[in-house]
């Protein structure tokens, strides 16, 4: 088969999970799922559950209670976007609960596109958050009007990466920052881990970058990578319990992700960073 991102021959074989084969690209450095789910099959995944852990392994413990670890997240991502826009319209896509268009300052004239309309009714985003609940390819927003957009773990949940990338660069000014977080698979960790990486999860996750990889695919759709910062994330001791839940046994991880789950010291925050997740800062060319 051809690699669905390049086209190239020859992808291969790295390991099964959850009934998928991960196959990896030698010509992008991109791994990806197979078979690769419809598009009615992913959409179908951002019902409420994803973001309130019920539905096991996948999304999160409870997105609305980690607000003020995320915060603390979007602040330092928002300083380092500043460094390069200081001010203008911004486009968060994939914004959830706004909370990253909350963390930036009122200098900005704020934009998001989130795709779960359950969400949306659950967690509205803050009322100085313009909405689009659509998907990020149907977003009516004029071309080159933004001088910022971020997209946070979005490249990985969509069927075609590079349309959203060129949907990003046509939204954005010529001159205008992108920034992209996503899990780097050519880390450490990730290597150390290998298919219990926490971040290997089909069909929720459908592409698996490295960080030379999705430089290079930034780079062709129109963009000059100028950063990449491996942050340091502050989340709940029970989100780290539940994510500790993809790669472990669950009969060691589930009584104390059951004891702590609503208490205070479950709320209570833990600083890591296992340098897995990258952050690239990107100019529109
Ligand atoms: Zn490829």
């Not at 203008?88 to 896509?93: A, H, K, Q, T």
């Not at 949940?157 to 205008?176: D, E, N, W």
């Not at 942050?231 to 009584?255: G, H, K, Q």
Request: with cysteine; hydrophobic share 40%.
């Amino acid at each position: 088969m051809n690699c669905p991102l390049c086209a190239a021959q020859g992808p291969r074989r790295m390991f099964d999970k959850n009934g998928y084969q991960v196959l990896l690209c030698p010509s992008c450095d991109t791994a990806f799922i197979d078979p690769m789910p419809g598009e009615e099959a992913i959409r179908g995944t951002y019902t409420l559950d994803y973001f309130k852990g019920n539905r096991s392994k996948f999304g999160y413990a409870d997105y609305s209670a980690e607000s003020a670890f995320l915060a603390k997240n979007f602040a330092s991502r928002g300083k380092i976007i500043e460094s390069f826009v200081p001010r203008g319209r911004i486009l968060d896509v994939g914004c959830a609960n706004g909370a990253f268009l909350a963390a930036l300052g009122p200098h900005w004239e704020k934009h998001g596109i989130e795709v779960s309309t359950e969400l949306l009714k659950d967690s509205p985003p803050p009322k100085e958050v313009a909405v689009f609940a659509g998907d990020v390819l149907e977003y009516p927003g004029a071309e080159g009007s933004f001088d910022a957009l971020t997209l946070f773990e979005v490249l990985d949940h969509v069927r075609s990466p590079r349309a959203v990338l060129k949907k990003a660069r046509a939204l954005l000014k010529p001159g205008g920052l992108l920034s992209v977080l996503q899990g780097d698979r050519s880390s450490f960790f990730a290597g150390l881990l290998g298919s219990r990486w926490y971040i290997y999860i089909p069909p929720t996750h459908l592409w698996y970058f490295s960080r030379a990889g999705l430089s290079r695919l930034l780079e062709q759709e129109g963009f000059e990578v100028l950063r990449a910062e491996y942050e340091p994330r502050w989340a709940s001791l029970t989100l780290c319990l539940f994510r500790l839940s993809y790669i472990l046994p669950s009969f060691l991880v589930d009584p104390f992700y059951r004891l702590f789950k609503g208490t205070r010291l479950g709320e209570a925050g833990i600083r890591f960073n296992f340098r897995d997740v990258v952050t690239l800062y990107a100019r529109a060319r």
